[in-house]
């Protein structure tokens, strides 16, 4: 995901004061919380085997809870709907348009073009493991709540990387609260020797957890009424 959002954000028209305040409060309800040093993705298989030397990550997740009443219909009884039609809104949606067509035009030829790169092609995969989307982004793991991807560079390295990632949406029903909780989880490193300082400038950190919050209030249109 690193690649291209400093640019995607920089042309997403933040140019301002206007803008920058109309993003702050149509992103105001996705809320960025810290990744508690106990979850689960640090002792994921691929995090230890894609960041040898355990070095320092940059992560976060960006969580929304929309009320069931305002879900489509159907998606909260069909098993892993939710999460499916979620992720297909993050990559379909007018989110990642700019990044999406930016990759187009640099990595789309004859080596990447059974990928996911059209609108439609996002909006309707079932994301199973396995489907590349814009030679950036690979499905390595699938539940009915969650959906996670490798992302960094492209799928066709699949080895030891520079700067590498795991990016996962979730999506939970809670009956019993009326809601279902909407997340997206980040998890990037230096994979390749060792480092003891994070993987990407403060700058671009903040970059990135701007557009997270961009990328959650896109993906909510696909879901929502």
């Avoid at 982004?137 to 009915?144: A, L, N, P, T, W």
């Amino acid at each position: 995901m690193m690649r291209g959002v400093k640019a995607t954000l920089k042309l997403a028209a933040y140019g301002t004061s206007a803008s920058l305040g109309a993003f702050f409060v149509a992103t105001r309800k996705n809320v960025l919380v810290p990744l508690d040093p106990t979850d689960a993705i640090f002792q994921h298989r691929l995090f230890c085997e894609l960041n040898p030397a355990n070095n320092p990550s940059m992560h976060d997740v960006c969580v929304r809870r929309i009320p069931i009443s305002h879900i489509r219909p159907g998606l909260v009884e069909k098993e892993g709907g939710l999460v499916e039609a979620f992720c297909a809104g993050v990559w379909s949606g007018w989110g990642y348009e700019l990044q999406r067509a930016i990759l187009e035009k640099t990595h789309r030829d004859a080596s990447t073009q059974s990928q996911l790169w059209s609108r439609e092609e996002l909006r309707t995969s079932t994301y199973h493991v396995g489907t590349l989307v814009t030679d950036h982004f690979e499905v390595v793991e699938k539940s009915s709540r969650t959906i996670l991807m490798r992302s960094g560079d492209s799928p066709r390295n699949q080895a030891v990387r520079e700067v590498d990632g795991l990016f996962e949406m979730s999506a939970v029903a809670k009956p019993d609260e009326g809601v279902v909780e909407f997340g997206l989880k980040t998890c990037f490193f230096q994979g390749l020797g060792k480092t003891q300082g994070p993987p990407v400038p403060a700058p671009i950190e903040w970059l990135h957890r701007q557009y997270v919050k961009l990328l959650m209030e896109s993906a909510l249109q696909n879901v929502t009424n």
